[in-house]
Every structure is written in C-alpha cells, then in structure tokens.
C-alpha cells in the first residue's frame, strides 16, 4: 500500500532532502539512468536524480516519433542551464514497428510499454551499464492502472510486474507518493522555471495517445499539427490541460464546394488539480471557433473540429 502525501500535507524541502538520501541510498554508488520526456514528472525526477548522484545518472530522451513538435530540441535547451547534457536517442522506426497494425488501445499502450522498456531502453541500460532507472510515476498512474481504468506505461509492481526479471534492471520512483499537484510543488521548490513546472500533463504513450485507432507516421503528424494549435491558443486560459485528439472515423465535409470525406479533430480542455476528477473549462465560443478555423485551416484532411463537454468521470483526461 503506497501512502499518499497529500498537497496540504507536503513539505517540499523535506521531501527533496528525502528523496536525494533515498536515490543515494538505493543506487549505492551504481550508475543509474533516466528518460526524460519534458512532462513535469520526469523534469521533477531528473532534477532529483542529478541533485542526489550528479554523474552517476544518464539522462536521455527517446525520440519515438510520438512527440510534439521541436520536443527534443526545447527539452535537450531547456535542461542546459540546469549544467545537465540531455543525451538524444532516435528510436522512431522501432515505435512505429510495434505499432503498426495496431487499434485497441491496451494494446497500443502495451507496445510502447515493450518497446520502451524492454527493446529501446533494454539496450541503453545494456551499453550504458546502468543498473537502475529512475521513473517518475506518480499516485494517480498507479491508482488508474490497478482500477483497470487504463493501463499507464510506467506501472509494474503493482501489477506483479517485477522490472529486473522483466527488463534487466531495478525501478526508482521517487514521485509514486504524490499526485500532480505535489510534483508543481517540489518543481517550484527545486527551482524550475515556470515553463517547466507549470507545464500541461502530456501522456506517456505521448500523441499515440491521441490518435484513435492505429497511430501511423501520416496520423501522429496530423495530431501533432493540431496541438501546436491547441496548445498555442490555449496556453493563457489557466486550464489544468488541453489537447487535440484525431478520431478514427471519416466524416463528410466540403472544401471549395466538393465533397471532401475528412478527418476530424475533437479538442478537450479540463479544469482539475490532481486529474482524479475534471471538468470541461468553458471557453468563450469565440475562442473555439479560433481554434476550429486554424485546424482545419492549416492541418490538410481536417474537415471537423468538436469539443468535449463531459466530465471526469464518466469521461477521462486523454481519450485513449
């Protein structure tokens, strides 16, 4: 039973000083090594890790091709003035491998989980010589997973999933205590920026995440247009998240009066501390019809664009 530090309950300082005597502690002098994505979690776990074995830790960052737009770049940048070398993998045609074919979710989440952990990763412990990783799986991945919600990449134990049979190497997960709104917190208090700290949620299936049904090179381009145009016109809105999602199913549009059978692109914006619970934010209709006319503006085959009204539940965060 993993017991919670709630927000009211955390005392960041502490933590932090916790958390680096903990690293220390179970890495034992060993190198160990870590994936950063640029999401808060992994920012949060990188800063631990290098405060706590300097370098001892190999940070990397998997380009699977799932990313947003100029992700490797502006989270490689952003880590140099933290004096830490962000070490950039390309591993693209692998993920796009495993997932061809592919439409059930689960499944898709588990071939990113295989191929993650065990082919990509597997071998950068194997040539680094890393005996552990540092993860930054957090309360609320843990409690979506064994409630069968969805199964979240980074969650193993608790499933009865033992890392070192598995993949060759031991599991750190210095956040697994907090939920999201705690990681902000030892962020701040750890120095990050705000553009770091204060950073949307992003999935650890990234944008396949976002694309129902099978995430191809040609789909996770078209997602990945729409959310730098999500992202851009949302970013001052205060919401907790916000996303595009590119749906399976065709629908009938018309462009330069012809029939055009396109795609279509459902945007959700969530108002939540912790992600257990959500509510949509309810933005000026001005502003989404913005966000609609850039869409379909500017990704090509886009020809709807909606947005999601449920809550969380019956609804989730991300639609995959």
Same mark, same amino acid.
């Given at each position: 039973?993993?017991?919670?530090?709630?927000?009211?309950?955390?005392?960041?300082?502490?933590?932090?000083?916790?958390?680096?005597?903990?690293?220390?502690?179970?890495?034992?002098?060993?190198?160990?090594?870590?994936?950063?994505?640029?999401?808060?979690?992994?920012?949060?776990?990188?800063?631990?890790?290098?405060?706590?074995?300097?370098?001892?830790?190999?940070?990397?960052?998997?380009?699977?091709?799932?990313?947003?737009?100029?992700?490797?770049?502006?989270?490689?940048?952003?880590?140099?003035?933290?004096?830490?070398?962000?070490?950039?993998?390309?591993?693209?045609?692998?993920?796009?491998?495993?997932?061809?074919?592919?439409?059930?979710?689960?499944?898709?989440?588990?071939?990113?989980?295989?191929?993650?952990?065990?082919?990509?990763?597997?071998?950068?412990?194997?040539?680094?010589?890393?005996?552990?990783?540092?993860?930054?799986?957090?309360?609320?991945?843990?409690?979506?997973?064994?409630?069968?919600?969805?199964?979240?990449?980074?969650?193993?134990?608790?499933?009865?999933?033992?890392?070192?049979?598995?993949?060759?190497? @031991?599991? %750190?997960?210095?956040? $697994?205590? *907090?939920?999201?709104? =705690? +990681?902000?917190? /030892?962020?701040?208090?750890?120095?990050?920026?705000?553009?770091?700290?204060?950073?949307?949620?992003?999935?650890?299936?990234?944008?396949?995440?976002?694309?129902?049904?099978?995430?191809?090179?040609?789909?996770?381009?078209?997602?990945?247009?729409?959310?730098?145009?999500?992202?851009?016109?949302?970013?001052?809105?205060?919401?907790?998240?916000?996303?595009?999602?590119?749906?399976?199913?065709?629908?009938?549009?018309?462009?330069?009066?012809?029939?055009?059978?396109?795609?279509?692109?459902?945007?959700?914006?969530?108002?939540?501390?912790?992600?257990?619970?959500?509510?949509?934010?309810?933005?000026?209709?001005?502003?989404? @019809?913005? %966000?609609?006319?850039? $869409?379909? *503006?500017?990704?090509? =085959? +886009?020809?709807? /664009?909606?947005?999601?009204?449920?809550?969380?539940?019956?609804?989730?965060?991300?639609?995959?």
């Amino acid at each position: 039973m993993i017991k919670e530090i709630a927000l009211k309950d955390l005392v960041p300082s502490r933590f932090i000083s916790e958390k680096v005597e903990e690293i220390r502690s179970l890495t034992g002098g060993g190198k160990a090594i870590n994936a950063l994505s640029g999401g808060i979690d992994s920012s949060v776990v990188t800063l631990l890790g290098h405060k706590a074995i300097g370098n001892q830790l190999t940070t990397v960052f998997i380009e699977n091709g799932l990313m947003r737009e100029g992700e490797p770049e502006q989270v490689s940048g952003l880590f140099k003035k933290f004096g830490i070398d962000v070490v950039v993998v390309d591993a693209r045609k692998e993920f796009f491998d495993a997932l061809k074919g592919k439409t059930d979710p689960e499944e898709k989440r588990e071939a990113i989980t295989q191929t993650f952990y065990k082919n990509v990763f597997g071998r950068i412990v194997r040539e680094s010589g890393a005996r552990f990783l540092l993860q930054g799986t957090i309360l609320t991945d843990v409690d979506e997973t064994v409630a069968g919600i969805k199964r979240q990449h980074n969650v193993f134990e608790q499933l009865g999933i033992d890392p070192q049979e598995a993949f060759g190497y @031991r599991i %750190i997960e210095p956040l $697994i205590q *907090l939920r999201k709104d =705690g +990681v902000r917190e /030892v962020g701040r208090a750890l120095g990050m920026p705000p553009e770091l700290f204060k950073r949307i949620p992003f999935p650890g299936p990234a944008l396949a995440a976002r694309v129902i049904g099978e995430a191809t090179p040609g789909r996770i381009e078209m997602v990945r247009k729409a959310t730098t145009i999500v992202e851009r016109l949302l970013k001052d809105t205060g919401a907790f998240q916000y996303m595009a999602i590119l749906h399976e199913d065709r629908v009938t549009g018309m462009r330069d009066g012809k029939r055009e059978f396109g795609h279509q692109i459902e945007i959700r914006c969530w108002d939540s501390t912790d992600a257990r619970t959500a509510s949509p934010t309810q933005l000026p209709f001005e502003l989404l @019809r913005k %966000i609609a006319d850039d $869409i379909t *503006l500017n990704v090509p =085959g +886009v020809v709807s /664009v909606t947005y999601n009204i449920a809550t969380k539940p019956p609804s989730t965060i991300e639609a995959v």
